[in-house]
């Protein structure tokens, strides 16, 4: 998380930063000064898709628009599933050990700083 | 289920397979060892959808799409309606007994799984 | 799942029999013939509340009372914390991993049959 | 944050720990290891009640039992009003500014643990 942080803090977007267990559990979630208040369930959430379906909130996002495979994915879970990027599976030893989700400014920005943690696990 | 589970583990592809009955209440599931775990209320819901809506999840899913005649249904039931393949309702002398649903691999490992436990049915 | 089958039948009470895993996501549930539909959701949620709570439901029970300690547990978990007998914990080795809940008959009865399955385990 | 876990360690309860703001939106939530998964959730919602109700859950627990005057208060906002001890709203210059939450031990211990961040703030 504090690696996301940083990057965060390079780019100059306050972000949510949220990090799931195996289980799809929260283990940590920071706010940054200044970030918006819709974006705290994003990358909770975010972390939680990451994890449940194995792939980033990206790779399910293709998956889920109209007329894709998994079209309507996104209602499922109580609406808990996001499919745009900031959410990244953390894979250890080809298990998936938990994963991270990041939200605060555009998509760009938020799988950017998702990457970052990403790298620092 | 035992029929859905050995077409699973044919094609190796570890899924949930989750049966309801008329009612669309649950009757059984199992997740099979490795399936991830957004497959769980997938599988359950899958076969909910069918056995509600009387037809195929993949069915559904064609009236479910932008600008189609179903678009939006999805919304519904708390979000518990699923539009992708994997669910299949059991009909049996012209009436829906129940429905299976799976999710674990691909729609189409998921459908191929689901057909594998209709047929035995 | 079996031995707890295998009780319920032997007390002749069809039963729901539900196994959550250690980050309390269901494994596996089965609802015997002849039990009463609302028996479903209190098996499963039994299992996730004394995986969550890493105690019986029976003993989460008496702390959840008006003016015990925890009044209001009930409550949390958008209601699926469940305090009343018929769900334990599965411990292996000083760990949780993971949970039966048992729902179809008086609650002596479930938790009867949820021994049984903790037993076998 | 820091001095809430300091004090947990101090008595060797691994707690959640969250804190919201003036907002009750989550600030930062930290999940110590070996805590129970029923904990996070009461955590972030023992914060966010404190904040909401402006004093500490155990005096809203004491309001919230059957025949007192806030009777049914823990049945509102969907189940996130806690009503037992660990949560303490941060108040600064008269006003609440946010609140602290912890979960994973008894009321008491929690209680203690929310005491540390409150004091340290």
Do not use: W
């Amino acid at each position: 998380m504090a690696a996301g942080e940083s990057r965060a803090e390079e780019i100059g977007v306050p972000c949510n930063i949220a990090v799931v267990d195996a289980g799809a559990h929260l283990v940590a979630h920071i706010r940054m000064d200044g970030s918006q208040l819709g974006s705290i369930t994003h990358a909770i959430d975010k972390a939680f898709t990451s994890c449940a379906y194995r792939r980033s909130t990206e790779a399910l996002g293709r998956d889920g628009q109209p007329a894709a495979p998994l079209y309507g994915v996104a209602n499922s879970h109580q609406g808990r599933v996001v499919i745009f990027a900031g959410g990244i599976p953390l894979v250890h030893a080809s298990r998936v050990a938990g994963a991270v989700g990041v939200s605060g400014g555009t998509i760009g920005e938020d799988r950017s700083v998702a990457e970052a943690a990403f790298a620092a696990f």
